[in-house]
């Protein structure tokens, strides 16, 4: 059986959060908001793009494909579209599925193009009532891969006419309800403005679920506690590392009750040795820990947990509480994106502080046609490389394609971080 979804909902209005169709009231920065679903639990975004003509609407994708870039869990768009090129650049952004309107005229007729265009696992459709479902049963399972379904008293009526699966939309928390409608077997999931505040726990809400006989995709672990090893206090060791960097951030302790804890609402919960006490970390600064990964060592003794830090993650400000240096030994860095980091904030430093006679400020200077020109040059110069039989050569060009590649990361604003994320998706 698979695991039933938590679906949150974002709407674009000039390319900023709002509160919802009706209610163009500001929300919390756009990107924030969605790094919060990504790291609270919630299984899949639906963003609807609200845009009034051309020009809001390319804003609207704009910040849709910065969302993607930004989140590792499924995003879904819809709003404002009229042909298959709008379905066409919602894909392009990033989105996995787009919605189509089913109450909007030709929405059936777009839909059969783009399923054949895009594939129908890749089209949904959002219904209020059951008289686009009716008319066009025949097609829904060739066309469609899910139903958004925006009024729970059409369930009934819609699964009488089709067996494509669907989420429901609820005007309100009414926790009941919910259960007896995700133990349906053609709900996939639920979504509701309440699941989309910034308050609202997903894994307490997924915890309740489960225990009610709903499956979700909550942590499951393959270790218990006494499978580990504690010290003569009753603790395990907890080293914290951020998952995109993999910089060591902390280190604290568990105890069983902060174990289970952490499991439970997916965010780092230790014991303090001096209060004595559970604490999850960030419930008083706002820098919560949200648990990527939690692994055991070869001697069961250390956990590792990789964590998405929001701010700081020691109480002096600093993003590590690793920063007193004892000893060091300079040495050549290796790691592969350290390396191109390195290079690129030094660029970076030379765009904001120029420095005379600096090669890179001199291609500032010229200009986007002058360092377009270089990488030209260089990717030449790789290919005349490839042909020669010594390896230092090709080597030594690809460095020099690299290092332009990043003057002109630098002059579009683009990092490596965005890079390396772009390539994970490929």
Request: charged residues 30%.
């Amino acid at each position: 059986m698979e695991h039933k979804n938590i679906v949150a909902t974002i709407y674009l209005k000039n390319g900023q959060a709002v509160k919802g169709i009706d209610d163009f009231e500001p929300l919390d920065d756009v990107l924030h908001l969605a790094k919060l679903y990504n790291d609270s639990g919630i299984d899949k975004i639906i963003v609807f793009d609200l845009s009034d003509d051309d020009d809001e609407h390319e804003r609207n994708i704009h910040t849709i494909k910065n969302i993607n870039r930004n989140v590792e869990i499924k995003v879904c768009a819809g709003g404002n579209i009229n042909r298959l090129e709008d379905i066409k650049k919602f894909i392009y952004a990033g989105c996995l599925q787009v919605i189509v309107n089913g109450a909007k005229q030709g929405s059936m007729e777009l839909a059969e193009e783009a399923s054949r265009r895009f594939g129908k696992d890749r089209i949904l459709v959002s219904v209020e009532n059951v008289d686009f479902v009716f008319k066009h049963q025949k097609e829904m399972n060739e066309h469609f891969h899910e139903l958004l379904v925006l009024n729970t008293r059409v369930l009934d009526a819609i699964e009488n006419i089709t067996d494509v699966p669907y989420v429901v939309y609820f005007d309100t928390c009414d926790f009941e309800k919910i259960v007896g409608v995700l133990k349906r077997s053609n709900v996939r999931g639920i979504a509701g403005d309440f699941i989309n505040r910034p308050e609202m726990d997903i894994m307490e809400l997924k915890a309740g679920l489960s225990e009610s006989g709903i499956k979700m995709d909550n942590f499951e672990p393959a270790l218990h506690w006494k499978d580990l090893k504690e010290n003569p206090d009753g603790l395990i060791p907890v080293i914290v590392q951020d998952y995109r960097t993999d910089e060591v951030l902390m280190l604290a302790y568990m105890n069983e009750e902060a174990f289970r804890t952490t499991i439970n609402i997916g965010k780092m919960t230790y014991y303090s040795r001096s209060r004595k006490e559970l604490w999850t970390k960030g419930l008083t600064s706002g820098h919560i820990q949200y648990v990527k990964s939690l692994t055991a060592d070869c001697d069961y003794d250390t956990i590792l947990a990789k964590v998405s830090q929001v701010g700081p993650a020691c109480h002096t400000g600093s993003q590590s509480c690793f920063f007193n240096e004892i000893v060091k030994k300079e040495y050549i860095e290796k790691n592969p994106l350290k390396v191109l980091e390195d290079v690129y904030s030094i660029i970076i430093d030379r765009k904001m502080n120029p420095k005379e006679g600096s090669y890179t400020n001199y291609l500032f200077e010229k200009g986007i046609d002058k360092i377009l020109k270089k990488i030209g040059e260089e990717a030449t110069e790789i290919v005349i490389a490839a042909k020669n039989p010594d390896p230092e050569e090709i080597k030594y060009e690809i460095s020099d394609f690299l290092y332009h590649m990043m003057v002109l990361m630098a002059e579009k604003g683009v990092t490596w971080e965005e890079i390396t994320e772009e390539l994970s998706k490929r």
